[in-house]
């Protein structure tokens, strides 16, 4: 028999170690080292016959897991598109899986039941979308896509009279599928979850941005659904939702947001014009552990019409409370049980209050600027506006890019990733964690344009 750790001394040390690595994450290298890397493989054995005591899996956990861990927590990690944790959210984190709430119904999770509710009208509130907007918290925005999408199948096929969730796809009327020529794979993922098919969309030509042209859209007509975004992962740029409602939705469109991270902007105002118009569409799809800084797994999808989200989503059985006078979260969410998520988002907002979401938006904002200033200085040209937290730069042809990124990231004062910019090998910049400061900019700054200047001059010899 296992030798047996009181609960409290167990939870006491994880918290502990939690502590140090959180306490430590600023000054540690962004990149683990090769042998922490290596010593992985130290997890590689045969499940164990016998039980292991709770602290010697804690131990090891930490020993072998917490070096070999990218620090993508602390303030110059710049890759993809990625938030820290507000501590007051990791704090939130741990209190609420100590109470191991199923947040699916709300008669038997009252709590965190209200508080996802709360939030989830902060929210609606914060990025100014209609008041009768429903929402579900849910791991991501991929699957914030995924359950919009589902509520606009459900909406245009109930306005040609066909009904979706009893009689499918199959002999159903076709749906015309708008999407940017740069729209986020993870919306193709969604659809062809949906039987849509990935590949039976039209895909509209972006400007140098990235942008929808809306003077460029198609006429529509019968059922359709038009896919936009707010933000993209390259550039930041926002399409012109507004004036792409304005075209189709007299006709009957649904127009969906992809707003992962650029919905965001609504809640500051020196950025609020970048989604003018926005609040006309019919869903919003957005992450909370991007660019509010919660710990993952969290995203939130909204929708204009909540009896299709719920009509898309929503089970009946003898057994589970579904005829609740309550708002049962479950009804709205692709998942039955989950964990309750949305509470990390209300402490998030309730610690920042709308002035600390605004400030956190524009200091990211400012940081980015910050970089592209000093990349610009130093005779590396940056290729996107940088209209928001995204700085995409290159430094000559592509294989010279890719073998300076490769330095940079090994190099562990900073991460930044890789991406293809409209046919041009592009390094990445992407400023979304709360705690980066100006001095965090610019001591990356001194590394990137350090390895970069000095691979030049390699070269050069
Ligand atoms: C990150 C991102 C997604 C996917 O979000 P996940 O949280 O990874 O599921 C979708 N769209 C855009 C624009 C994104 O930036």
Known sequence: MAQHTSLRQLLERAAQRGIDYRETSPDRAVAPSAVAIANVDGFLEP?????VADIAVLEQLDEIGTPATVTMTG????????????????????????????????????????????????????????????????????????????????RVYRDVGWNVEADGLIGAPPVTILVGNEVHPTVIKGLGMLGFGRERVQRLEVDGQGRIDPTR????????IVCTQAGNLNTGAFDPVGDICEAVKPRGAWVHVDGAFGLWAAASPDREHLCSGFQAADSWATDAHKWLNVPYDSGVAFVRDGAALKAAMSITADYLMTDSDFRNPSDY??????????VDVWAALKSLGKSGVAEMIDRCCSNARRFAAGLEAAGYPVLNDVVLNQVMVSFGDDARTRRIIDAIQ????????????????????????????PSDVDQSLDAIIRIANSEVVNERQ
């Open 47 to 51: 499940m164990p016959e016998e039980s």
């Open 75 to 154: 303030p110059r990690y710049f890759g993809f598109v990625i938030g820290g944790s507000l501590p007051v959210t990791v704090a939130s984190n741990w209190l609420a899986t100590a109470w191991d709430q199923n947040v699916g119904m709300h008669e038997v999770t009252p709590a965190t039941a209200t508080l996802e509710r709360v939030a989830m009208n902060w929210m609606i509130e914060l990025f100014g979308l209609p008041e009768e907007t429903s929402a579900a918290f849910v791991t991501g925005a991929t699957i914030a896509n995924f359950a919009s999408l589902a509520a606009a199948r459900n």
């Open 217 to 224: 859209l198609p006429k529509v007509d019968g059922p359709t």
């Open 333 to 342: 969410t692709p998942e039955l049980s989950r964990r309750a998520r949305g």
């Open 410 to 437: 090994e190099d562990g004062t900073c991460w930044c990733g890789v991406t293809v910019w409209q046919g041009q090998t592009a390094m990445r910049i992407s400023v979304s964690n709360w705690s980066t400061t």
